[in-house]
């Protein structure tokens, strides 16, 4: 696929980003998309390998490797390499509802398995995927596809997140009539409000979800199930009910201190400031302001590498953000072999837009917070820290080791609280006498089946926290296993 010697005569380029000085002024996306001769040059690389292990979509080491929606990736990069762009979206479409969520916010887990990754940089997998699907909506390509007959069978998604959406996506084009309900004034899960805009265009989700209800998808907000309308009820009036609900208790920190008031979830701040955002241009106030502000995100993953990137946009005073693990190295470890995702030190957005304001990546690594401080009046005043280390014993397990004389304090006005989630959360799964386990629906992979008749599960609330790909991948699986429950056969991917 590609240019036969294109890998050999062309080097990987980055997609550009504006000016990180720059971009702390607005809240828009960050990246400048490849320009056509750039992608053509990016598609060109891609090898004429065997076994394209970029889009085998399996689990290593813990870790995902390969695409787990099995996007046709060769194909549609060689494509684009030819200038055949309309073709190249068919491919992408084939087996991605959703390409303008993943081409922005995915890790990419294909391009750490790309074979041209064992000894030189990946191709651009994401870029080009991004600019195909983008090109698709600029040139019209992108129409509503009403389904020719309905089967008059009703099913009712819970959530509207990435699982829900491709689900629901799915079973429409089935045939099906599909009501998504959602408990947020807007559709989207944490695609409209988790994620902040400038990863993510809010415009990009609602034009999405306007080319659903146009296909004929009914959307329901404001609901909540339990509350709104009742588990039983739902059942009663739908053939099938599919729960994709998120993994969205968070996990909580259990230290002195954690009830002072400016300690928050990370998740409670990103989401309150994006939908002030969106509501008001932030003129309703309705959200948790950085401004003039020491901010601490304890947490190292995506959530408090965003609430850094919010912080910096909205002049806060300094951003440090604590990790439990130590810096990653440069190039992959022994133990990090390709094709597993790799595990290599990186520059996220937010850490190069706070190195440009303050001079340093606000990343600490193997610290632990012993506790929060107030000042007189109840309000977060310092955090006390001590490093760790961490010691590997020969059988693989980590243990973290607090290192004397290595105490610190911070000061500090606002504490983010960013350390993963827990599951789904419990009331509704309740409500539907769903079994769990380990905190998570219990529902077999494949098959998505609850011990509720007619009740399926897919996605975080499934599996537990995960990748969109992964969320997108179990939708429309069980979107296939619904449909096979209602119509006794199916067609469906």
Known sequence: MGKITGF??????????????????????YAVPFSDETLARQGARCMDCGTPFCHMGLELNGLTSGCPIHNLIPEWNDLVYRGRWKEALERLLKT???????????????????????????????????????????????????????????????????????????????????????????????????IPNMKLEKEIVERRVRLLEQEGITFVTNTEIGKDITAEKLRSQYDAVVLCIGAQKQRDLSIEGRELE????????????????????????????????????????????????????????????????????????????WPQYPLVFTLDYAYEESKAKFGTDPRQYCIQTKKIVSDEHGRVKELHTIQMEKIIDENGNATFNEIPGTEKVWPCDLVFIAIGFEGPEQPVLKQFGVETVNKKVKAPYGKYTTNVEGVFAAGDARRGQSLIVWAIHEGREAAREVDRFMMGTTNLP
């Open 96 to 194: 991605n509802n959703f390409p303008e969520f993943t081409g922005r916010v995915c890790p990419a887990p294909c391009e750490g398995s790309c074979t041209v990754a064992i000894s030189d940089p990946a191709v651009a997998i994401k870029g080009i995927e991004r600019a195909i699907i983008d090109k698709g909506f600029a040139e019209g390509w992108i129409q509503p596809r009403i389904p020719k007959n309905r089967t008059g069978k009703k099913v009712a998604i819970v959530g509207s997140g990435p699982a829900g959406l491709a689900c629901a996506d799915q079973l429409n084009q089935a045939g099906h009539s599909v009501t998504v309900y959602e408990r947020a004034d807007r559709i989207g899960g944490l695609l409209m409000y988790g």
């Open 262 to 337: 400016g300690v928050h979830f990370a998740m409670d701040y990103l989401t309150g400031v994006t939908k002030s955002w969106i509501d008001s241009n932030f003129t309703d106030g309705n959200f948790i302001d950085a401004k003039d502000k020491h901010v601490i995100v304890i947490g190292g993953g995506d959530t408090g590498a965003d609430s850094v990137a919010v912080a910096l946009r909205q002049k806060c005073k300094s951003v440090v953000q604590f990790g439990k693990h130590p810096a990653l190295p440069k190039e992959r470890s022994d133990n990090n072999p």
């Open 8 to 29: 050999m005569e062309y080097t990987r380029e980055e997609e550009t980003k504006r000016g990180p000085l720059s971009r702390l002024e607005d809240w828009k996306e």
